[in-house]
């Protein structure tokens, strides 16, 4: 690997891996709000979180 794609590789999973601490974090507040609704929201939360990951997978492998 030449240097511009290690750096691309790393920007990518910084990317991911502040997009999903964003979703936790999010999701955290909400449950705390209404903790009737959590599992919807833990759900959604899971099904987000796994599409931000198949993003970035995909952009490692373009990279």
């Known amino acids: 690997m030449e240097i511009p794609q290690i750096i691309g590789a790393g920007l990518i999973v910084i990317g ?3 997009g999903i601490g964003k979703i936790g974090s999010s999701a955290m507040d909400a449950i705390a ?3 009737e609704a959590s599992g919807k929201i833990q759900t959604a939360m899971l099904i ?3 599409l931000i990951e198949g993003i970035g997978f995909a952009a490692l492998f373009a990279a």
């Open 16 to 18: 991911a891996g502040l």
């Open 33 to 35: 709000r209404q903790p």
């Open 48 to 50: 987000a979180a796994a």
